[in-house]
């Protein structure tokens, strides 16, 4: 089923729609980056987009070094 979630950038309001288990998170998550139910500026946005990029590098950096040691073992 899917969920509404609402983000205000700049004084316009973006609906996005995901599947319910997904939006628990996904609501957590930008609970801890944005003003969820107030209005939030482009900067913010771009400070969270680089935030969750540089944990996805380094997510990736840790399942390759995992992947490694296995293969070497």
Known sequence: ???KITLTLNAK???IDVE???AR????QMKQDFEFYGN????LLL???VRKSF???EQEKEITTLIDRFQNS
């Open 1 to 3: 089923m899917k969920t």
């Open 13 to 15: 309001r973006y609906d």
């Open 20 to 22: 319910e288990d997904f």
């Open 25 to 28: 998170f996904l609501s957590e």
């Open 40 to 43: 939030n500026d482009i900067k």
């Open 47 to 49: 400070q969270a987009y």
């Open 55 to 57: 944990a996805l590098y």
